[in-house]
């Protein structure tokens, strides 16, 4: 089957294809996590989709199967450090690069999910939603997004006040109250507005 894209013709049934998606860009704390994956067709996985249609019951153990299963499958991240240095945006991207470059198979192109070309040496095509329409993206999709819950389930156990097990680290009421009360974490994202606005008040 061809198909044009990026002004060349994609054989796909002669590429090796990589899903490529992200988790935790919106949170005020923790790392940003990408993954990469490549699947095997004739080891078919049921039940993947978009991540955020799934509990996190049934994502962790997709993710199992997913890393049990696929041809080749890698998770990265992008830092606390780096997020606050060169945005969100940037390192996200960044943990998306380190993602495809860990994988023990070179794709030969990518399929990554929204608008965001990570630029990698790879070729890469974007899609919105693409989470929910192709099934290796749906895969990097529950891998980013499980590992991004379990390092913030391994930071509950650091900073229980702050309930990070249960919200991840979004700005839920109650975080935003445990944040006014106990103060600014090493995990916060300094450059996050109601984290810097705490940090000047």
Known sequence: MQQESLGFDIDFEQEIVAGV?????????????????????????VGLDDSKKLTEKKRTLLALEIKEKAKAWAIARGSVAEIDEINILQATLLAMRRAVEALSETPTLLRVDGNQDPKSAIPAMTIIKGDALFAEISAASILAKDARDQSMIEADKHYPE?????????????HLEALKEYGVTPLHRRSFAPIKKLLVD
């Open 162 to 174: 702050y309930g990070f097990a249960k919200h991840k680290g979004y700005g839920t009421k109650a």
């Open 21 to 45: 998606d992200e988790a935790g860009r919106g949170p005020l704390c923790g790392d940003v996590f990408a993954a990469a994956v490549i699947l095997d067709p004739d080891n078919p996985i």
